[in-house]
């Protein structure tokens, strides 16, 4: 088998592009998470126990 250097339109086709989803994962990951983790503020509806 020929074990030589790998041609730079190798990494072309698959190491770029593959980065590309990579990091597009993480950037959508931490983005997503950061909308999850945010404090949910609840609204109290009006109560009618309580007087005026």
Do not use: Q
């Given at each position: 088998?020929?074990?030589?250097?790998?041609?730079?339109?190798?990494?072309?086709?698959c190491i770029i592009p593959l980065a590309a989803i990579v990091l597009g994962l993480?950037?959508?990951?931490?983005?997503?998470?950061?909308?999850?983790?945010?404090?949910?503020?609840?609204?109290?509806?009006?109560?009618?126990?309580?007087?005026?």
């Open positions: 088998m020929n074990a030589g250097l790998v041609p730079i339109s190798g990494y072309l086709i993480i950037v959508f990951f931490v983005w997503t998470d950061r909308d999850a983790a945010r404090p949910y503020l609840r609204r109290k509806p009006p109560t009618t126990d309580r007087p005026a």
